[in-house]
């Protein structure tokens, strides 16, 4: 099948694209910059805000992979821009396609961060589109190519990981991530909303001791309180501007206890469960850092 999706130059994009490819189907994918030319992929060239453009996207495809979003913004404004009205956009062009979209374990508590409350409104849109939907809600999604945890592994190298107030989290490999967006592509009419994660519950300094053991450092945990993340925060944009990975809006959840995959919310098994152990994607990780242990 043809699958349109949006998002493909970026982290759960690329690694989608492969999936869609290795699956055997044909993927259009939008994109603001020309791309290098790659069998069974045709490069759209245009923008959310570009209905001309969604509508070429679209053309031919049975089903709709809608990843891209802003993840971070100085103000709600750009949350609104890039993850609202982006998602009501490609609503609008995607007609009564299957519509998958990728949202945020943030989303269930919208009153955390801009961020989080971004997304939980573009979940909305899709329920109420009338649409043959299905959103996914990933825990941190990791591996090799993301650019959001690689600060964790490089401050590992050095034996020390700075964290938030104690609490709970699980991550997901890029890759089961990938797997599951295009089954769900596959699986008409099972309208549901999933949250997602490898099923390894650990706390703040579990994680932070195997990401450790992946660059083959014994790190030593140290968790922050709020007031020093926000401090942390400032002085983070103040050194890397909008490249900066800690931000207030981020403070918020970040300070959450419980970023895990209820059970309840778990896809059944028949159709997916995660493969990729966190010990072994973790080591892939670091490898492609080129700081394994």
């Given at each position: 099948?043809?699958?349109?999706?949006?998002?493909?130059?970026?982290?759960?994009?690329?690694?989608?694209?492969?999936?869609?490819?290795?699956?055997?189907?044909?993927?259009?994918?939008?994109?603001?910059?020309?791309?290098?030319?790659?069998?069974?992929v045709t490069w759209v060239n245009g923008a959310l805000d570009d209905a001309a453009s969604l509508t070429e996207l679209v053309s031919g495809a049975v089903a709709v992979?809608?990843?891209?979003?802003?993840?971070?913004?100085?103000?709600?404004?750009?949350?609104?821009?890039?993850?609202?009205?982006?998602?009501?956009?490609?609503?609008?062009?995607?007609?009564?396609?299957?519509?998958?979209?990728?949202?945020?374990?943030?989303?269930?508590?919208?009153?955390?961060?801009?961020?989080?409350?971004?997304?939980?409104?573009?979940?909305?849109?899709?329920?109420?589109?009338?649409?043959d939907w299905a959103i996914v809600r990933p825990s941190g999604v990791y591996g090799?190519?993301?650019?959001?945890?690689?600060?964790?592994?490089?401050?590992?190298?050095?034996?020390?990981?700075?964290?938030?107030?104690?609490?709970?989290?699980?991550?997901?490999?890029?890759?089961?991530?990938?797997?599951?967006?295009?089954?769900?592509?596959?699986?008409?009419?099972?309208?549901?909303?999933?949250?997602?994660?490898d099923g390894e519950v650990l706390t703040h300094a579990a994680l932070s001791a195997a990401i450790g053991r992946a660059v083959g450092r014994r790190v030593v945990p140290l968790h922050l309180p709020a007031s020093l993340l926000r401090l942390g925060a400032r002085l983070d944009g103040a050194v890397r501007g909008t490249g900066a990975k800690l931000t207030a809006d981020r403070v918020g959840y970040l300070t959450h206890p419980d970023w895990t995959a209820r059970a309840e919310y778990r896809p059944p098994a028949a159709l997916w469960t995660p493969t990729i152990p966190l010990a072994d994607g973790l080591a892939g990780t670091a490898r492609s850092y080129g700081i394994a242990g």
């Open positions: 099948m043809i699958l349109a999706l949006t998002g493909g130059t970026g982290f759960v994009g690329r690694a989608t694209i492969e999936r869609a490819l290795a699956a055997g189907h044909y993927v259009r994918a939008l994109t603001r910059r020309p791309q290098p030319p790659r069998a069974g992979i809608h990843i891209a979003g802003v993840v971070n913004a100085p103000d709600r404004a750009g949350f609104i821009t890039g993850n609202i009205d982006g998602t009501r956009q490609m609503i609008a062009a995607s007609g009564s396609r299957r519509f998958v979209h990728v949202s945020s374990l943030s989303a269930r508590e919208p009153d955390l961060s801009n961020y989080g409350w971004s997304k939980r409104e573009a979940e909305e849109l899709v329920v109420a589109s009338g649409a090799p190519g993301d650019t959001e945890m690689r600060d964790l592994f490089r401050l590992a190298r050095y034996g020390l990981a700075l964290l938030p107030p104690p609490g709970k989290v699980s991550l997901i490999h890029v890759d089961d991530l990938a797997r599951l967006l295009v089954l769900l592509a596959e699986a008409p009419e099972q309208r549901a909303m999933f949250e997602v994660d």
